[in-house]
């Protein structure tokens, strides 16, 4: 089923006219990049959108161990799904990704963050409107910041896109994850509309622009049947 409907979301992402910031080929390597292997995990926090999206896209990026949807830049206490859609709280849909260093770098995670997403829109992305569904990297640290800092200039240097780049960059506060019927919600709902719409062209991109990266078997943070 997943990949009928992946099949379909690549047809439409080619028949679609799109935006005039689509990403249609890969973006430039980041020339500053973490390449020393400090451990067996690193977390990378990112927001672009409605967080089941950048979910889906990255549970599909080798060397990726985890991904959970939640909410970064607002307090603890309002960290909750109904609080975080008045846009009101600080809060952006996030995700967590946690990955192996030694199989993809920080630098890499960021290159098909910006290529998914469209990073020259502010406080929108596709249909989502509000700072909620803003672009912005929630660095963990002073280097990851410098890396993202970097490549944004990298990028406008490059015109890679039409449009100036608006994603923010800021340290990490804190991430809360988001209600259990938002997690793996792109594996669990494949034919929803909005899914197949908005989603599955992303993974689709992914798979066509950096096919190195790709895998078919998605990682989940429930047991999933396939």
């Known amino acids: ?7 379909i979301a690549a047809l439409l992402l080619l028949a679609a006219p799109g935006s005039a910031e689509e990403t249609r080929r890969p973006l430039p390597p980041p020339l500053l990049d973490d390449t020393a292997v400090q451990g067996a995990a690193e977390t990378a926090v990112l927001a672009g959108g409605c967080f089941w999206g950048i979910e889906g896209v990255f549970q599909h990026v080798k060397g990726v161990k985890s991904v959970a949807a939640g909410y ?10 109904e609080l975080v859609g008045t846009g009101t709280t600080g809060h952006a849909e996030s995700v967590e990704i946690v990955f192996d260093p030694r199989l993809i770098t920080y630098g890499q995670i960021l290159r098909i963050y910006f290529s998914v997403m469209d990073p020259t829109t502010l406080d929108y992305q596709g249909p989502d409107e509000g700072p909620q569904y803003r672009s912005e990297v929630f660095a963990a640290d002073p280097a990851q910041k410098r890396i993202a800092e970097a490549y944004i200039a990298q990028l406008a240097q490059a015109h890679a896109f039409l449009r100036p780049v608006v994603t923010r960059v800021s340290l990490q506060r804190s991430f809360y994850r988001a209600e259990a019927y938002h997690q793996d919600y792109l594996i669990r709902h ?23 990266f790709y895998v078919d078997r998605p990682v989940t943070l429930a047991p999933t049947r396939f």
């Open 1 to 7: 089923m997943f990949r009928r409907l992946a099949a």
């Open 72 to 81: 970064a830049g607002g307090a603890a206490f309002s960290a909750h799904y």
């Open 190 to 212: 494949p034919d929803e509309p909005y899914i197949v719409i908005n989603d599955l062209p992303k993974i689709a991109k992914l798979r066509a622009l950096y096919p190195q």
